[in-house]
């Protein structure tokens, strides 16, 4: 049996003794599953008080451990759903909930927050949390949040699969495409990176359109879908992998799947950082690229993707005030202190005949381009038909500087996984 403590089920009588206090609040078997189900029900919580509201709100037998390292030393074979109360979210105590989860695929992890902000939020999806809840609780949301979890372990995935209704695991590479100028070419390239990465990779692609007020993806790719990221949001404490699939509309001739934008501009405003965070996490744990879509201008939502993303595509189109926008954006990016390593500059329309040369661009901006895509009328034709370039014009240099991104991301993406 290997030496570490998390990957060793634990059956062990006496790591109530061993732990802080450890209880049992009802029940004479330590985290007897709730109403027969399937999970024992743990509280990590180190506050006493805190701990008996937790255990309060679970509705059922539980055990209460006072912290995370306890209930490492403390997991048996049996599944278990680890309530993670306030004392539980430094990032210390999310990396061992972390390593805990990925050891042990019967395990599950709720999050109770004080105070859910956006990093927050971040670092306990990718700590592979199930949900992160806000205190103080509504009456019955815990127990809610607990049965959807649970109905999650009947189709648990064998350990190393990548099932969309396990655990948060399949860390597909996340892109925010971006420009602070309107019109730049943002969804032309976010549609058509998409089809080239599902064509040349074969893999999932899911394309998430965080231009809530204006998206027009859908009509890109000539989608007329049933469901929205109003959707998603009004079901946000619940949503899981499973119920993510459901609202993404295929893009039948690529594969590729679309989270549209809401139908109606005024729903834009229902929508916060932190959700759009906890979507485009679940678009990850589904799929192998995830490509976000977004307006010209930084809010919440905008700055939470970007935060989160492995690559930042920044589309500039060449002319004066296209570079003096990318510019001031660039400068906004280095103040929030994105690590701009994670900045890919493309050059849209990269031959236009405007006196502006690529050199004097990149040195401008202080970023080399990555990809050069030229003006054609192939591209406003394809925007037209709402059938993307790459699949309308296979042969134009448009899809040739896109097909050769995708290729560099889809290569950097497998050597990352194999590093
Ligand atoms: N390389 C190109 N060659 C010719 N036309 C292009 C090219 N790239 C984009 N366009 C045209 O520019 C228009 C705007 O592109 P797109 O909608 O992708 O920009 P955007 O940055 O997403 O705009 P918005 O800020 O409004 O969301 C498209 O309808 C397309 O016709
Ligand atoms: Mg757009």
């Known amino acids: 049996m290997s030496d570490d403590p998390f990957s060793q089920p634990f059956d062990s009588p006496d790591f109530f003794d061993r732990s802080f206090g450890g209880s049992e609040s009802s029940g004479p078997d330590s985290g007897a599953p709730i109403g027969g189900g399937k999970a024992s029900i743990v509280v990590v919580e180190s506050d006493p008080t805190m701990a008996a509201i937790l255990v309060d709100a679970c509705g059922g037998p539980t055990t209460t451990l ?37 050891a ?15 990093a927050l939020l971040r670092q306990a999806l990718r700590a592979g949390v199930r949900d992160v809840l806000a205190l103080p609780l509504e009456p019955g949301q815990l127990d809610e949040a607990i049965a959807l979890v649970e109905a999650s372990i009947d189709d648990a995935p064998a350990p190393g699969s990548s099932s969309s209704s396990g655990p948060l695991l399949r860390r597909g590479r996340v892109m925010t495409v971006f420009s602070t100028k309107g019109g730049s070419g ?6 058509n990176i998409a089809i080239a990465l599902a064509q040349e990779s074969g893999q999932r692609v899911v394309v998430i ?11 890109m790719m000539k989608l007329s879908p049933r469901h929205t990221v109003v959707d998603a949001v009004a079901n946000i404490d619940r949503l899981d992998g499973a119920m993510f699939e459901s609202m993404l509309i295929e893009h039948p001739s690529s594969g590729v799947e679309v989270l549209a934008a809401p139908l109606e501009p005024a729903f834009a405003d229902q929508i916060s950082g932190p959700e759009m965070i ?8 589904v799929a192998d690229f995830v490509v976000v879509d977004t307006p010209a201008y930084f809010n919440d939502v905008v700055l939470g993707c970007i935060e989160m993303s492995d690559d930042v595509l920044l589309v500039a189109g060449m002319d004066i005030p296209n570079i003096k926008n990318v510019k001031i954006g660039l400068q906004t990016l280095r103040l929030l202190n994105t690590p701009l390593e994670k900045v890919r500059l493309v050059l849209n329309r990269s031959d236009s005949k405007v006196k502006l040369d690529i050199g004097e661009v990149e040195r401008t901006l202080k970023l080399q381009a990555e990809c050069l895509i030229p003006s054609d009328i192939v591209v406003p034709v394809a925007v037209n038909r709402g059938t993307p370039v790459v699949q309308s014009a296979p042969r134009s240099g448009v899809t040739r500087a896109i097909e050769g991104l995708a290729a560099q991301i889809i290569g950097e993406s497998q050597q990352a996984k194999s590093a």
């Not at 042990?104 to 956006?118: D, F, G, I, W, Y």
């Not at 943002?186 to 549609?191: D, G, H």
């Not at 359109?209 to 009509?219: C, E, H, I, R, Y």
């Open 278 to 285: 906890k979507i485009v996490e679940l678009a990850r744990s």
């Open 104 to 118: 042990n695929p019967n395990v599950r992890t709720l999050l109770m927050a004080q105070e859910l902000s956006t």
């Open 186 to 191: 943002k969804s032309v390239v976010a549609t």
């Open 209 to 219: 359109d965080a231009d809530l007020q204006f998206g027009d993806v859908a009509v």
């Open 66 to 102: 006072p912290d995370v390292d306890a209930l490492v030393n403390s997991l048996s074979s049996q599944a278990t759903i680890a309530i993670l109360g306030p004392s539980c979210t430094e990032p210390r105590h999310l990396a061992i909930a972390e390593r805990l989860v990925a």
